[in-house]
């Protein structure tokens, strides 16, 4: 079994597969006669196909255990999928790039509290994976008429382990 390590979330490292939501180094301005202040435009949310359109979800995601298995990951063909957690918590991410059609090697970021992902449109990702606890997450997903879900099963797990286990 392939063991990887899963190393901080950056947006320079996460680029190739979209974009990490955060404020800290975001664009942002004073709004609402400066009582509030806007992070600008972080994230491209992306919806194609027939009668395509923007869904907000909330999904409450159970922990996963680790190290752990990575059996499986998914895309989705006609739109962006954004995850922000609603709890300054951290949680997995893995994505692999895409080799002719297929996932290649995994990649797996811990991203810190207050992180959020935006997996760009055709973007091979794991499901959503918390850490330690149950955690909620603000989803920006696409709704329409075309299937939005491919999977892909490995023929053998991928062993993720956190930073500190060895």
């Not at 939501?21 to 006669?33: K, M, P, Q, R, V």
């Not at 893995?94 to 055709?122: H, L, S, W």
Request: glycine letters at 8%; hydrophobic letters at 40%; proline letters at 8%.
């Amino acid at each position: 079994m392939t063991r990887i390590t899963a190393r901080p979330l950056t947006r320079e490292a996460f680029a190739p597969f979209g974009d990490v939501i955060e404020t800290l180094g975001a664009e942002s301005f004073l709004i609402n006669d400066g009582k509030c202040r806007r992070f600008h435009d972080l994230a491209k949310v992306e919806a194609a196909g027939g009668n395509a359109r923007v869904l907000i979800n909330i999904f409450r995601g159970q922990p996963y255990s680790f190290p752990h298995q990575l059996k499986m990951v998914e895309r989705h063909p006609f739109g962006s999928q954004a995850f922000m957690p609603l709890a300054p918590r951290t949680f997995l991410v893995a994505v692999c790039p895409d080799e002719a059609g297929k996932p290649g090697m995994p990649q797996a970021f811990i991203t810190r509290p207050g992180q959020g992902v935006n997996y760009a449109r055709n973007t091979w990702h794991a499901v959503l994976t918390p850490i330690g606890e149950e955690q909620d997450f603000l989803v920006i997903d696409r709704g329409g008429e075309e299937n939005n879900l491919e999977e892909y099963f490995f023929n053998e797990p991928y062993e993720i382990h956190l930073p500190e286990q060895s």
